[in-house]
């Protein structure tokens, strides 16, 4: 069984805010079509998808939305998804955050923000969910720190090992899974 891992497409963030969990941010006119293309590109692939489970923040479920009219495949949500929290970085500069959070420095402290393993945790555990409740592959539709923190939890890899995780908007990665079980990761476009 395969799972793919979809970051949802391009956001319109002119002011380069770090938006999180904070409602109403959408897909731009940019975002849309990335998605679309790539619901044409599985969709050619003939990949036989038995659900979309997609972050209820808007982005992931209008990606998922996309994706489910291209595959004619439901959606279900899963709060598990959801982006990674924050705290007081939220809803400002991106920049701020990248310059003086911590997070992108060599000891990566986190203090205030959500713990990057229990929010690896959460996902891997919307994602065995999904697994064992399918018999065919899986999409999952989410945000970039969700994601990249399974993979390196999967993997059994250091977590400043995040980083280097290649997940642009509208990237897929798949996971193999054998009787239940994980087994790869790769990214695949």
């Given at each position: ?6 970051r949802h497409g391009a ?120 697994v064992n409740s399918c ?55």
């Amino acid at each position: 069984m395969k799972v793919y891992l979809i970051r949802h497409g391009a956001v319109e963030n002119p002011d380069g805010i770090n938006y999180g969990t904070l409602p109403g941010w959408h897909l731009s006119k940019e975002g849309e079509s990335q998605i679309t293309a790539l619901g044409q590109k599985i969709k050619d692939e003939e990949l036989k998808i038995c659900a979309i489970v997609a972050s209820p923040l808007e982005r992931a479920q209008e990606t998922a939305s996309i994706l489910s009219q291209a595959l004619n495949v439901k959606i279900k949500t899963d709060d598990r998804l959801l982006e990674w929290k924050t705290g007081e970085w939220m809803g400002k500069p991106l920049k701020d955050f990248y310059e003086t959070s911590g997070y992108y420095s060599k000891e990566m402290i986190t203090d205030g923000m959500e713990p990057l393993d229990d929010l690896a945790s959460r996902v891997i555990a919307s994602i065995q969910d999904a697994v064992n409740s399918c018999d065919n592959d899986i999409i999952i539709c989410s945000h970039r720190e969700p994601m990249a923190a399974a993979l390196v939890k999967l993997q059994n890899l250091p977590w400043s090992a995040i980083h280097d995780i290649d997940m642009l908007m509208a990237s897929v990665w798949q996971l193999t899974f054998e009787d239940g079980q994980f087994q790869s990761a790769q990214k695949v476009f």
